[in-house]
């Protein structure tokens, strides 16, 4: 059995129906339905406005446009394959609620526009409520920050002991990369905001709209200047998706984090029974799956990120039906996005402890606190790469001793280099070598203090989506 099209008379005969299910994208443009509504509305106005159609006739597409808008909230409005897509789908209806005078809602627009428009207006949404999204999970590496000041974990560099850190310096590095992702979404939905409604299917219409009007009342910034570009534009898509996957990279690396500090090996964290779950066969399992699905999901975004790449680059202007396949990517990735943000928040507010007494340990059985004494004598004097070399002589036949810096007798320091006194050991303790770290943005005490207190002030601030 063949389906009968929904376009033209072009057609003799109708469209193979695997071929109509291939072509078809109601499975998953629906979700565009509440946009198209109101750009079909806004539509309806401006042609009012031009007397393209009369003022009776604008009121009746409006009046209809907002029923559909009621019939799919309510759940009474469901459209199948046969619509092809959300766009179809609503003027089929609208005709059938208000008669002929539906079919005129179509005059002066393309599917190629009406689409573009639909796109920009569900992006812009998600935008902001991503943003939001963005700053609870601020806020929450804040009101964990804020208790942590003094609590020390373990610096790494190449996943090696570094240097002892204060750990809410370490929470607030996740803060300034999300501070990131924030500006830019506000950056990229400047340019979202342009509206393409207008320029038709490729060359703009032969009747007298006024597109400016349309963007006024759908609170675009402005209009694409060129018609062949306002189709077949997606920059603003892959933007988005250049912007998400860079959240999802902030993500997955504290995904990673809290994998490790979970772990036996680490142990400084403890995980809550509300964020975890266990093994079908070991019975002491109880494992990360928050952070662990986190880190799996970002490849998905990546993928979108690819995958709309490589279909723009080969495309001449202006729309191809391959601009069809932007969709899912948007609407998958938003939702990934969103799902993720939501978890880590939870799993950060809500789902695991750090362990301060094994985090105090932790920073007190290693070297690095090495550094504090090239900078010790450095500081009296002795030209830092020679200090720098034979603190690591120190260090050598320390390991070999089975010792640490501060097992070190001062009478063994002094050996070492006249420089050295008695103050050392307060010098190479842990709380002072973070303490010491003061120069601005670093780990020391008061610098976190001051980082946090303009942390505050930067999500406080009522900042315009824009």
Not at 42 to 71: D, F, N, W, Y
Not at 96 to 105: C, F, M, P, R, T
Not at 114 to 139: C, N
Not at 304 to 332: C, R, S, T
Request: net charge negative.
């Amino acid at each position: 059995m063949t389906q009968q099209q929904t376009w033209s008379q072009r057609f003799e005969l109708a469209l193979h129906p695997a071929i109509a299910r291939f072509n078809a994208s109601i499975s998953f443009d629906i979700e565009l339905i509440e946009y198209d509504l109101t750009g079909s509305v806004a539509h309806a106005q401006m042609l009012t406005k031009c007397g393209i159609i009369s003022p009776e006739e604008g009121e009746q597409l409006v009046a209809g446009l907002e029923q559909i808008r009621q019939e799919y909230r309510q759940g009474k409005f469901n459209p199948g394959m046969e619509a092809e897509d959300v766009h179809f789908a609503v003027e089929h209806r609208l005709v059938e609620i208000i008669g002929d005078v539906g079919k005129k809602l179509h005059t002066g627009r393309s599917r190629n526009d009406q689409v573009g428009t639909d796109t920009r207006l569900y992006l812009r949404d998600q935008i902001q409520q991503i943003r939001q999204q963005l700053r609870e999970f601020q806020s929450v590496l804040l009101d964990i920050a804020d208790n942590h000041v003094e609590t020390l974990i373990p610096g790494y560099t190449h996943l090696q002991r570094a240097q002892p850190l204060s750990l809410a310096h370490h929470l607030l590095a996740y803060f300034q990369m999300a501070q990131r992702d924030w500006e830019r979404l506000g950056d990229v939905w400047k340019r979202v905001n342009i509206s393409p409604l207008g320029c038709g299917a490729l060359a703009g219409t032969t009747f007298p709209i006024d597109r400016h009007y349309t963007a006024q009342l759908l609170d675009f910034d402005s209009v694409y200047a060129n018609s062949l570009d306002g189709v077949s534009d997606r920059d603003f898509a892959i933007e988005f998706l250049c912007a998400a996957s860079l959240i999802m990279v902030h993500l997955s690396r504290l995904s990673e984090e809290i994998i490790l500090w979970a772990s036996e090996e680490f142990g400084f964290v403890t995980l809550k029974d509300s964020c975890a779950t266990g093994s079908s066969i070991m019975p002491q399992k109880k494992n990360p799956d928050v952070p662990e699905l986190v880190r799996g999901k970002t490849g998905r975004v990546f993928g979108h990120l690819q995958a709309l790449l490589v279909i723009m680059k080969g495309l001449p202007l202006a729309y191809n039906k391959d601009l069809q396949e932007d969709k899912e990517a948007l609407f998958d990735s938003v939702k990934t996005v969103k799902a993720c943000l939501e978890a880590m928040t939870i799993l950060l507010r809500e789902g695991l402890e750090f362990r301060t007494q094994r985090l105090a340990q932790a920073v007190c059985e290693d070297f690095s606190n090495a550094t504090d004494v090239a900078d010790y004598l450095a500081a009296r004097g002795v030209p830092f790469r020679e200090a720098y070399n034979l603190v690591g002589k120190v260090v050598k036949t320390s390991i070999a001793a089975g010792k640490l810096l501060k097992d070190l007798t001062l009478e063994e320091w002094k050996q070492l280099h006249p420089a050295f006194a008695a103050d050392i050991y307060e010098a190479i303790s842990p709380r002072q070598v973070v303490a010491a770290r003061n120069s601005y943005g670093g780990t020391g005490f008061e610098q976190v203090r001051i980082a946090l207190s303009h942390a505050r002030t930067q999500i406080e601030i009522n900042s315009p989506t824009k």
